[in-house]
């Protein structure tokens, strides 16, 4: 498992995750879950991004889904917000809620994928907002209403149903 206080990625690691050969990089994905440190995370997902391997990406999927360290939430915030990283989006939100690490300061952020992205996405960063366990401040939850109020009337039906378990949702979370 990745460890918390772990040093600075290796760059002769990071060549093997960059490799050509696809049993290397499994092998060094591998490495990286016994002895490994969050500062690989960008690496993971970058190479998550560039590799058609579906055993590598799945690999990859199945380290960070296990990470427990709460130094990872930027890291996978970061990726999810990236433009670049729109293709994994819909997985990378997904490690939100598998990881069970506690995203409740970033409702705002899972809020507004839910009313701005596709119907998958929306569902995944729904699934991470009703997994929530953290408390979030009433001024949070406020906002966040009258946010997804604003877009009941434009959302379509199965979208306006997850906006709607939201707002049931978050008093729940709320302090």
């Not at 917000?81 to 997904?94: D, Q, T």
Request: glycine share 2%; charged share 25%; hydrophobic share 40%.
């Amino acid at each position: 498992m990745i460890k918390n206080d772990a040093p600075k990625p290796n760059q002769q690691i990071i060549s093997k995750l960059n490799s050509a050969n696809p049993e290397l990089v499994i092998e060094t994905i591998s490495h990286l879950r016994d002895t490994g440190n969050p500062s690989y995370i960008p690496v993971l997902i970058e190479l998550l991004h560039s590799s058609e391997n579906p055993e590598i990406n799945s690999k990859i999927i199945n380290l960070l889904a296990d990470i427990k360290h709460s130094e990872v939430v930027p890291q996978l915030l970061d990726a999810i917000r990236n433009e670049k990283y729109a293709g994994e989006r819909k997985n990378l939100i997904s490690l939100c809620w598998e990881n069970g690490l506690d995203f409740s300061a970033n409702l705002p952020v899972f809020v507004d994928l839910v009313i701005n992205e596709d119907l998958e996405v929306a569902f995944e960063a729904y699934t991470v907002i009703t997994n929530m366990e953290g408390k979030i401040t009433p001024e949070m939850m406020n906002t966040e209403t009258d946010k997804m109020e604003a877009v009941l009337n434009q959302a379509g039906e199965q979208k306006k149903q997850l906006l709607i378990d939201i707002i049931d949702f978050l008093p729940e979370l709320s302090n």
